[in-house]
C-alpha cells in the first residue's frame, strides 16, 4: 500500500513520538498511532514497518532534532559559556511547562522504560546520551577557559552530572513544581559546580 496524498513523515514521526511519550512503549498500540496520525494500520507498515521499528524511527527523529538544537545552543564564545549552560536549561523547562501534557523529555522516560531490555534502543539512547555530554563538555570546557570553572574540574564528569541533573528537573514537573521553584534548582545546579580556587581566580 503507497502512502496516503499529503503524507509527511515528520509530522507522522511527531504524532508517533508523542503517542510513545504519553503512554511509554507497552501501553501504545498500532490503533492509538493510526488514530493520532490518521494513517491506517496498512499505510503505516507500508512506510515505516512494525510497531517496534515506528517507535525507532521517533525514538531516532527525536534524538536527531534534541542533539542538534543542544549543540547550537551550547555552542559559543567562551564569555558566555555560563549563560548559555542556563539558557540551555532554562529553555528546557519551559518547552515542556508549555507543552499542552508537559510530556517529559523521550530520552528520559525511555532511558528508564527500555534501557536494558531492548538492544536497539539502548544503542540509540546511548549515543543521544553521549550526544549531550559531549556538547555540554564543550561548554563546560568554555566556562573553564574563561576562568568561570575551576581549570582543575573535569568537564566530562561534570557534563555527565549535568544530564543527570537536565534529566531529573524534567521530571518534577511531573509533580506540579512551578517555574520559579524550578529555576532555582537550575540555579542551584549550576552555582554546585566548582569555581576555581581563589590563587586561581586572582591571577
Avoid: W
Avoid at 36 to 65: E, I, N, P, V, W
Avoid at 119 to 126: F, H, I, V
Amino acid at each position: 500500500m503507497g502512502r496516503p496524498p499529503g503524507f509527511d513523515r515528520r509530522e507522522v514521526l511527531a504524532a508517533v513520538e508523542r503517542e510513545f511519550r504519553k503512554n511509554g512503549y507497552d501501553g501504545t498500540s498500532l490503533d492509538d498511532i493510526s488514530a493520532a496520525t490518521g494513517l491506517g494500520r496498512g499505510s503505516l507498515y507500508a512506510a515505516f514497518g512494525d510497531k517496534h521499528a515506528l517507535f525507532l524511527a521517533a525514538l531516532g527523529d527525536y534524538c536527531d532534532q534534541d542533539e542538534a538544537s543542544g549543540a547550537a545552543a551550547l555552542a559559543g564564545p567562551d564569555e558566555t559559556a555560563m549563560e548559555r549552560l542556563r539558557a540551555y536549561f532554562i529553555d528546557s523547562v519551559d518547552r515542556q511547562l508549555n507543552d499542552p501534557e508537559q510530556l517529559a523529555c523521550m530520552a528520559s522516560r525511555f532511558t528508564v522504560e527500555l534501557a536494558g531490555r531492548d538492544r536497539d534502543a539502548t544503542a540509540r539512547l546511548s549515543q543521544g546520551f553521549e550526544a549531550q555530554r559531549a556538547a555540554l563538555a564543550g561548554c563546560l570546557r568554555a566556562a573553564q577557559r574563561n576562568g568561570d570553572l575551576d581549570p582543575a574540574a573535569e568537564p566530562v564528569t561534570l557534563a555527565t552530572l549535568l544530564v543527570v541533573d537536565f534529566r531529573g528537573i524534567g521530571s518534577l514537573i511531573g509533580i506540579g513544581l512551578d517555574r520559579a521553584e524550578l529555576v532555582a534548582v537550575v540555579d542551584a545546579a549550576l552555582a554546585g559546580l566548582p569555581v576555581p580556587p581563589p590563587s586561581a581566580a586572582a591571577s
